[in-house]
């Protein structure tokens, strides 16, 4: 055996040996993340534990939608927080075997820059160990720059643990947990923390965002505020998320010292999710720390509980409203209006009971009729609100700003009958052919010059189809007879249903 050979071998050992990038462990080294919040924020007894948690889960709300992508969930004792992060975590399919489970919190103790992975061992919690999936944490961490392995933000941070005992109570199946704290405040790192995690964002793997709301104002402020703050997560618009907190910061809430603590993890939730048009985010249950019987509603923490979830594609819309939808937006609308021609004030309401439908970004259009006639009709076609907020805004749009009409009245109130048509979700088409007359409304959209039509306008006008292009472009749009052939043409359907029909 020569010497070049064996020099040859040395080399090669030494490589292999020396080669460690900043996230490889060597086996003998690893440690378990010890929990350190058992006995204050959750039992530490193990029976004491699953007892808690398995009766959140039976006064919890029920599984609302199919294929969860992520939830959001709070992370207060559980005394104060346990029944919506019960709500958050029913949401999830316990039967599935998820690749990864990624848990993210923002670190509430520790400030640096980028986020931290524990790649050092396994998460151990009252209920046994829960394994970290250490090849993926090193490989994320060794080929992105923005995450590292902190210590120091993992030891003592509990917006991570508290939600791993509800994982293993709730799971039927073996799972691994990708566990990252966000120590950043810089939405450039944000980003790039975002595009890391973007190729796991998908059906095979679970994001569990963990977050707190509102801190420390009144509950009365911390109800509007969070209201607020959990609507524009509901958008899936980062820009608007962000937004709302600075106008929640603007108007100067007596003791709010947050708008939501987590908001680093949720912006990177909510930069993975943008950009997917079968995206919804549904708020389920709200909740603050002045509901439990002890809590002080002069200084409160709010919890909200929100799934974000995968629509499935079809040809059709898919859009239905049951009796259910229709009766609650009817309510809304009934509310609204009475509440707004009375005080002043917007009716405040109660989501938890809404079905998903409630919660998609539709058009809507609001009637009202007196004694027969119409005494006021407002619409939206491009919201970007829930279905149910559209239908509250747009009532009292119907009831107060209708150049038609002068302002509803109180003493009118009880002669008002309330119509309501829904917009399902505009679909895109390729060819007009698509357009069935009578069935389709139209929405033609070229630069900044928009224009529409209601299904019933073709019908009513004995157009065919040609017509019906036409002056939805030159009449509405102001394009010209023929500017649809070269613009952006989406079809919806409409809804229908009135208070009648309930009586």
């Known amino acids: 055996m020569g010497k070049s050979f064996i020099y040859s071998i ?3 050992t030494m490589i292999f040996f020396n080669k460690t990038g900043k996230g490889q462990n060597d086996n003998k080294n690893l440690q378990n993340r010890q929990p350190c919040v058992t006995g204050s924020f959750y039992p530490s007894d193990y029976r004491e534990l699953t007892k808690e948690i398995e009766e959140y889960f039976k006064e919890a709300l029920p599984k609302a939608t199919e294929n969860v992508l992520a939830i959001i969930t709070p992370h207060a004792g559980y005394v104060y927080s346990g029944l919506v992060a019960a709500t958050s975590f029913n949401q999830i399919d316990p039967e599935k075997e998820y690749e990864h489970i990624f848990v993210i919190g923002s670190s509430h103790r520790t400030h640096f820059e980028g986020a ?5 061992g396994n998460y151990e919690t009252p209920l046994g160990t829960v394994k970290v999936d250490l090849d993926l944490a090193n490989k994320l961490i060794d080929e992105n720059k923005v995450f ?4 120091e933000a993992h030891l003592q941070e509990h917006s991570l643990e508290v939600q791993i005992p509800f994982l293993q109570v709730k799971m039927k199946r073996d799972f691994k947990i990708i566990p990252i704290v966000m120590g950043t405040q810089s ?3 944000i980003n790039k923390v975002a595009k890391a995690l973007k190729p796991y964002f998908n059906e095979r793997n679970l994001f569990i965002i963990s977050s707190d709301f509102s801190h420390y104002p009144t509950y009365d402020d911390a109800v509007r505020v969070d209201e607020a703050t959990a609507n524009a997560i509901a958008s899936n618009s980062p820009g608007e998320f962000m937004e709302a907190i600075r106008k929640n910061d603007e108007d100067n809430i007596s003791n709010l010292a947050t708008s939501i603590c987590g908001w680093t993890s949720v912006l990177t939730l909510l930069e993975m999710s943008k950009d997917m048009a079968d995206i919804e985010i549904l708020p389920l249950q709200y909740k603050n720390s002045g509901d439990v019987s002890f809590g002080d509603k002069s200084r409160v923490v709010g919890y909200w509980s929100m799934a974000i979830a995968q629509t499935k594609k079809s040809d059709e819309s ?6 259910a939808d229709k009766k609650n937006l009817l309510y809304i609308a009934r509310e609204t209006i009475e509440e707004y021609i009375t005080t002043g004030l917007i ?5 938890s009971e809404f079905s998903s439908t409630l919660f998609t970004q539709a058009g809507a259009f609001v009637s009202l009729h007196k004694e027969g006639a119409l005494r006021g009709c407002i619409g939206s076609f491009t919201p970007e609100k829930p279905l149910y907020l559209v239908v509250q805004d747009m009532a009292i749009s119907a009831a107060t700003k209708d150049y038609r009409f002068s302002r509803v009245k109180e ?3 009880k002669k008002i009958d309330i119509e309501i048509s829904v917009l399902t979700p505009m679909k895109k088409i390729d060819s007009v052919d698509e357009i069935v007359l009578g069935k389709h409304g139209i929405y033609i959209k070229k630069g900044m010059n928009r224009g529409t039509f209601l299904p019933q306008v073709a019908t009513s006008t004995g157009w065919d189809l040609d ?5 939805c472009a030159q009449d509405k749009a102001r394009i010209g007879w023929d500017g649809w052939r070269d613009a952006e043409i989406f079809t919806y359907e409409a809804l229908v249903f009135d208070e009648g029909e309930f009586e």
């Open 148 to 151: 590292t392995f902190n210590k």
């Open 467 to 471: 017509e019906f292009l036409g002056h």
């Open 347 to 351: 009716y405040k309401i109660d989501t």
């Open 187 to 189: 939405i450039k790192t």
């Open 10 to 12: 040395i080399i090669i």
């Open 411 to 413: 003493s009118e109130l």
């Open 116 to 120: 931290s992975i524990y790649s050092k």
């Open 318 to 323: 898919g859009f239905v409203l049951t009796i």
